[in-house]
């Protein structure tokens, strides 16, 4: 059972451009959300996040949108560079049920490909 | 300041042996978390530790364990492998393991093959 979708595998766009990269969530205990952007050979590196009493967060060239009654977030990369491209991976937890703890569940990620 | 390490960093075994891989968190972070990387199942949660004790435990069957040690550091072990058992093994920490203030921090994994 996939909690945490990530549907478009990959996805190109020019530089300069914006990148639109979607996720849904199933479960209705999830109340945070994180993107995590991952390169070959690394470990995922951490992005941006979201609460679920917000519905946008910005940070730099990245800003997160979340949809609660629709179970999406979305991240958009504005403007997008060559540096960007990396696979990223939306990532949910239920703060409530964990005791406070880290428990994630991720998506399978998009793979980003910013061409110039 | 360091970041997390992870040894070794890849590792080949056979069907039914044992393996441990450890995990060397930042400076002063207390919680160490364990992920499972597979093409087919993405990045599954395994457990977490914070101070000594598992806080968290995900769906994976008894064959994997862990502990985390006084100074922090961890330890996962796999019991009789199987050639499933073949992904990368990623370690995360963060001062206190509160996702909203501190994002987990990922070592570079440790890679499993099970022949």
């Known amino acids: 059972d996939q909690q945490v979708k990530q549907n478009s595998p990959s996805l190109s766009v020019q530089e300069g451009r914006i990148s639109i990269l979607n996720c849904d969530y199933t479960?209705?205990?999830?109340?945070?959300f994180l993107w995590y952007k991952k390169y070959p050979a690394e470990g995922p590196t951490f992005l941006i996040s979201?609460?679920?009493?917000?519905d946008k967060n910005e940070d730099g060239r990245f800003t997160v949108f979340l949809n609660k009654s629709a179970k999406h977030l979305s991240l958009h990369i504005v403007p997008s560079q060559p540096g960007d491209s990396a696979v990223y991976f939306c990532?949910?937890?239920?703060?409530?049920?964990?005791?406070?703890?880290?428990?994630?569940?991720f998506g399978t990620g998009t793979q980003l490909k910013v061409e110039l | 300041k360091a970041g997390v390490t992870q040894t070794p960093r890849y590792l080949i075994k056979t069907r039914g042996q044992q393996v441990t891989l450890s995990c060397s968190p930042i400076?002063?972070?207390?919680?160490v978390s364990w992920y499972q990387q597979t093409p087919g199942q993405g990045l599954q949660f395994l457990f977490e530790?914070?101070?000594?004790?598992?806080?968290n435990k995900g769906n994976f069957p008894g064959r994997f364990s862990g502990r985390q040690f006084s100074n922090s550091r961890s330890e996962m072990n796999v019991s009789t492998l199987e050639l499933g058992d073949s992904a990368l093994y990623l370690c995360?920490?963060?001062?206190?393991?509160?996702?909203?203030?501190?994002?987990?921090?990922f070592g570079n994994g440790t890679r499993l093959t099970v022949t």
């Open positions: 530790y914070f101070s000594e004790t598992q806080r």
């Open positions: 400076s002063g972070h207390r919680s």
């Open positions: 979201i609460s679920s009493i917000k």
């Open positions: 995360a920490s963060s001062p206190r393991g509160k996702p909203d203030n501190s994002p987990l921090h």
């Open positions: 479960n209705s205990m999830f109340d945070y």
């Open positions: 990532a949910a937890t239920p703060t409530i049920l964990t005791g406070g703890g880290n428990k994630l569940t």
